[in-house]
């Protein structure tokens, strides 16, 4: 089954300084969405990329998506404390029969960033 | 705006027991979906479901789990005789259409523990 995979594990940086997050994933899909978690609560939507866009922004978060590779990435700028989270990719598979609503998370990047 | 709203937020109960978790979904949005999340771990899929209906279950396991999603009221995800691998988080998300381009808004889980 498809499954999206973050990379770094773990991440640790000087508040100030970007944070960039990597996820590869293994079929085809219709979009690829990121996701953030503060500890022991529930996910904040970030972005929505769709498979025929290269890259889009929101504020601080800048996202990219080469459907070659199968991959993307999340840069956030200028990091803060309060950006201190995990963050999860999260793919659907049209090809699957599963359903395009089924979303698949990889396991995340714990973010840590230091003030 | 109300979000997706979970109760309880935690929850413990003995091997078992029954464990019910009640997800309302953002007024309007029709499509639930529940999601588990062991610790360490990205979500899985456990099923979607439609006002009335069951769409797509196969995340879920086929023994002590049940979920709807009545004309009235919340959707209830309902584990019968819990075990220890029981234990986790349990997220419900909604959205306005089960189609590809619509994100899904989570809840804040219900952390389900078996002692």
């Known amino acids: 089954s498809q499954q999206g995979e973050e990379d770094p594990q773990a991440l640790s940086i000087q508040e100030g300084e970007n944070a960039t997050m990597n996820c590869s994933y293994k079929?085809?899909?219709?979009?690829l969405q990121w996701y953030r978690q503060n500890s022991g609560r529930g996910l904040v939507h970030l972005i929505l990329?769709?498979?025929?866009?290269r890259e889009k922004h929101s504020g601080r978060l800048r996202v990219t998506l080469d459907t070659s590779k199968k991959s993307s990435s999340l840069l956030i700028t200028a990091s803060r404390a309060a950006d201190t989270a995990s963050y999860f990719c999260a793919t659907d598979d049209p090809y699957s029969g599963a359903g395009s609503y089924q979303l698949t998370f990889g396991k995340g990047t714990k973010l840590s960033v230091i003030p | 705006n109300a979000g997706v709203m979970q109760n309880p937020r935690h929850l413990v109960r003995r091997r078992g027991q029954e464990a019910r978790l009640r997800c309302s979904p953002v007024?309007?949005?029709?499509?639930v979906y529940w999601y588990r999340q062991l610790p360490e771990e990205g979500l899985k899929f456990m099923v979607y479901l439609q006002k009335e209906n069951i769409i797509d279950e196969s995340g879920m396991p086929k023994e002590r789990f049940s979920a709807e999603f009545p004309k009235e009221g919340p959707s209830i995800l309902r584990i019968q005789q819990v075990v220890r691998g029981d234990s986790a988080a349990y997220f419900c998300?909604?959205?306005?259409?089960?189609?590809?381009?619509?994100?899904?808004?989570f809840g804040p889980g219900t952390r389900l523990t078996v002692t």
């Open positions: 007024k309007g949005h029709s499509h």
């Open positions: 998300a909604s959205s306005p259409s089960g189609q590809y381009d619509y994100e899904q808004y």
């Open positions: 990329i769709r498979s025929n866009e």
């Open positions: 079929t085809s899909i219709n979009n």
